[in-house]
Each structure stands twice: as structure tokens, then as C-alpha cells.
């Protein structure tokens, strides 16, 4: 059978722009390119690669804790430093998408983990006590709008990453409680890489986690209107204890970039 030439240049061309198209979703699946530049021209990168530019120190001592390490944000967290060691952005951000890849190195020290309910609040034992089950732990975050209170939490917990500390433990209503408790978990095992893609509306906070949806509108009450990234620096290595502390913030970052609304 001999196939006409005009049908053969066709299916060249769709064969071309099919694996066009196939490339182009792969080079743009993360946050930048190879020359990390942002997805689109609605995307702006928050991280070169190369240095923190972009990002400010509250305190000198934390410029000890943060650098850059083969292309990714790396914190090595300490408890000697003295005042706030976490990372900030140098600018302010209202209502945006944030895209953050984000992995925890390793779990040190012990936790006495508790064990959050769906409604957000924790499972008692017959005293009423917290049910805790002690482990190796790792803590970190991103608060957004400059807020400690809108922390989205990184963290080795079986409720999963992704939920809000503070408006969870600080809430009486049941309905904002539970809006800032995770539906699932959808970490990925410690030491590999996980995708936030955290969008802030008004008061309206939804996080997707490795392409799950864990936080949905969540509502946040009296949350700034604009305020700063900042990455979190929870616990380190107690040099006076000699031992880790159990919500270290063995935590590592890539891929920032974000879209205002």
C-alpha cells in the first residue's frame, strides 16, 4: 500500500507537535526551567538557585542557618542562635498561588506526637489527656501574609502536612477548626520531594499537596490582608542538651514561584 504524501507530511506534523507539546509539559511541570525562569508571565520566581536574593535575615545569627546547597534552599536549624531564625521574603504579598517544592532530610530526637481528629481537635485517653505517640520528628512551614498565627505546616505527623497550627489550636468554632484539618495525608515518604501549591484569597486559604486537595477555602479569620513569605525555622540541634530536638527543621526548599491574583 503506498500512503499519499500530503497524508504522510500530516501525521509528521502531528507526531512533531504532539511530542512539542508532551516536552513543553514536562520542561513546565515545576515552578521554572532549566535557566529558572517562571512557568509563564503570570509566574514570578522567588528563588535563583544560586543565592537568597529576595530573602531577608530578622537576626544575623540566622544567616547561619539558611544557604543555598546544590540548587536548593537548605536549612541546618540550631537552637544556640538567639531571636527569630526563620527565612522572610523582602516582599509583601496580598492574595496570590504559591507553588513551593519542599523535602524533609531526615527525622531527629523524639516527638510525643498527638493524634488529631478530622474535626481538628486531639484524641484523649480516659483521663482526658492527649493520646501521644512518641516518635522522630521534623517541623517546618510556610506562614503566609508575615502571620505566625497562618503557618501551613510541614511536618512528619500522621495527619499529614499542609494543616494550620495556629487556627486550629486557637479557633473555638468547630467550622474553622476543622477547615484548617487536613482531609488526607498526602506526604510523600521522608527524604523525597512534595509540590504545595497554596493559593490565599481574602480570608480563603486552599492548599494542594502532591496533586491532592488537603485544605479547601479554608477560612481564616483576621488574618492580615498582605504580609511576607516567610520559611520556617522551628526547632534544631540543643547544643546545651547535646541532642535533637524533636521538631527540627531539617527541611529543604526548590521551585518557589508565584502568581498574585
Known amino acids: 500500500m503506498v500512503l499519499n504524501p500530503r497524508y504522510l507530511n500530516s501525521m509528521k506534523q502531528s507526531l512533531f507537535l504532539n511530542s512539542f507539546s508532551l516536552f513543553a509539559i514536562i520542561a513546565f511541570a515545576g515552578c521554572s526551567n532549566k535557566e529558572g525562569n517562571p512557568k509563564s508571565d503570570d509566574w514570578i520566581s522567588l528563588f535563583n538557585g544560586k543565592d537568597l536574593?529576595?530573602?531577608?535575615?530578622?537576626?544575623?545569627e540566622a544567616k547561619s542557618i539558611w544557604s543555598v546547597i546544590?540548587?536548593?534552599?537548605d536549612c541546618e536549624p540550631n537552637l544556640k542562635m538567639k531571636g527569630d531564625k526563620s527565612l522572610w521574603s523582602t516582599k509583601s504579598y496580598s492574595d496570590f498561588t504559591l507553588h513551593a517544592e519542599w523535602r524533609l532530610k531526615e527525622l531527629k530526637g523524639i516527638y510525643n506526637i498527638?493524634?488529631?481528629l478530622p474535626d481538628g481537635s486531639y484524641q484523649l485517653d480516659a483521663n482526658g489527656e492527649k493520646v501521644i505517640n512518641p516518635a522522630p520528628g521534623a517541623d517546618s512551614g510556610i506562614h503566609v501574609r508575615g502571620s505566625r498565627e497562618s503557618q501551613i505546616n510541614i511536618w512528619a505527623w500522621p495527619i499529614g502536612s499542609g494543616e494550620v497550627y495556629g487556627y486550629r489550636n486557637n479557633q473555638k468554632d468547630p467550622a474553622i477548626r476543622a477547615g484548617v484539618t487536613p482531609r488526607l495525608k498526602a506526604d510523600n515518604p521522608i527524604g523525597e520531594w512534595n509540590t504545595f501549591v497554596i493559593t490565599m484569597k481574602g480570608d480563603r486559604l486552599t492548599v494542594d499537596l502532591n496533586g491532592k486537595r488537603v485544605l479547601d477555602k479554608a477560612q481564616l479569620p483576621g488574618v492580615p490582608e498582605s504580609g511576607p513569605l516567610i520559611l520556617q525555622h522551628h526547632g534544631g540541634y540543643d547544643h546545651e542538651a547535646k541532642k535533637w530536638n524533636g521538631a527540627s527543621s531539617l527541611v529543604q526548599f526548590r521551585n518557589l514561584c508565584i502568581k498574585e491574583l
Open 70 to 73: 546544590n540548587g536548593v534552599i
Open 53 to 60: 536574593s529576595g530573602w531577608e535575615f530578622k537576626t544575623d
Open 114 to 116: 498527638p493524634i488529631v
